[in-house]
């Protein structure tokens, strides 16, 4: 009986069309974590998927190393740079696109995934980043928000597991401005202070109950 799992998101990508430079890679199978020696990749995130059954055989990932994924990364760009549609099968591999000014941006799951459940992730992360931007999503803008990018996409996948699609969501939990601090300076925390919060307390709640009545 195979294993069953949450996981649908395999990596997601987002690579320069003009060098081939990855400029975002998130690869959400369980491999091994390390920093990222090429000068080509400016960002790079990996996740250890915790979702097999524990009585299941070990996960085995296809892109465990660098050079694994650099591998599918440029042959992946050169199978869909001239294409005009938006899914291909690639390296026993469902992978669905969009290309955007001068980055094209990539969702990978296994070739039984539902393509439609992947075409709604791409596009949650096409219109997340367009409302973000509020311009053309290119290199140059993606390379100096990475950190929102970054963010957008742990809002809509976590650990290969889709969270949430609709971008109007999306963005306002990335965008969403800190809450005021509590200017404890005006709170008195005397012992008159508290009594007075006590009084008013009970005040209410004798109020309440004879609404009741």
Do not use: C
């Amino acid at each position: 009986m195979p294993s069953m799992s949450l996981q649908s998101v395999t990596a997601v990508i987002i690579l320069s069309v003009d060098d081939g430079s990855v400029v975002l890679a998130s690869y959400l199978e369980t491999v091994a974590t390390s920093p990222p020696t090429s000068r080509d990749r400016i960002f790079a995130k990996y996740y250890n998927a915790p979702h097999n059954a524990p009585t299941g055989p070990a996960s085995t990932s296809s892109y465990s190393d660098v050079k694994s994924q650099k591998s599918f990364e440029k042959g992946l760009l050169e199978k869909t740079a001239k294409q005009t549609g938006d899914i291909i099968l690639y390296d026993n591999k469902l992978v669905l696109y969009k290309m955007e000014s001068d980055v094209m941006m990539y969702v990978v799951g296994g070739a039984e995934e539902n393509e439609v459940l992947l075409y709604n992730v791409i596009l949650a992360l096409r219109d997340s980043l367009h409302l973000l931007f509020k311009q053309s999503v290119d290199k140059r803008t993606v390379v100096e928000n990475y950190d929102l990018v970054s963010l957008a996409i742990d809002e809509i996948v976590d650990d290969g597991i889709i969270l949430e699609t609709d971008p109007t969501i999306i963005v306002q939990r990335v965008s969403k401005a800190p809450t005021q601090d509590v200017n404890l300076s005006r709170i008195d925390l005397s012992e008159q202070g508290v009594n007075n919060l006590a009084q008013l307390g009970r005040a209410k709640l004798t109020d309440w109950l004879r609404q009741g009545l």
